[in-house]
């Protein structure tokens, strides 16, 4: 059986960090982009990055670049999302998200539809 597990949300301050973890079993997605998402209340799940198969591209959406960064660990089978200089807007429920498809080395896509696997979900909620 797939799990993706994330870990490593909380209730922090504006201006502070966090980092998340998804750790994989079942199988290994070490051939395969992963990315996190998030959904904010009242609002649709929207991309948050991406990552390609073995790092070596990154894609972010605009409301994170500079502040988030997202990497993995093959031989863990484990994601990060970095996060810092949080916003009260960046609070949300995160997913990690694995494929199952290997397209080119810069495979690294934002739509939701283009992952297979999810997790269950961590809350990220940042007070002013």
């Known amino acids: 059986q797939v799990q993706l597990v994330e870990s490593g949300g909380g209730l922090v301050q504006a201006g502070d960090s966090l980092r998340l973890s998804c750790a994989a079993s079942g199988r290994t997605f070490s051939s395969n982009a992963m990315g996190w998402f998030r959904q904010a209340p009242g609002k649709g799940r929207e991309f948050v990055a991406a990552i390609t198969w073995n790092g070596g591209g990154t894609n972010y959406a605009d409301s994170v670049k500079g502040r988030f960064t997202i990497s993995r660990d093959n031989a863990k089978n484990t994601l990060f999302l970095q996060m810092n200089s949080l916003k009260v807007e960046d609070t949300a429920v995160y997913y990690c998200?694995?494929?199952?498809?290997?397209?080119?080395?810069?495979?690294?896509?934002?739509?939701?539809?283009?992952?297979?696997?999810w997790g269950q979900g961590t809350q990220v909620t940042v007070s002013s």
């Open positions: 998200a694995a494929g199952t498809r290997y397209a080119g080395n810069w495979y690294m896509p934002s739509a939701s539809g283009s992952y297979d696997y």
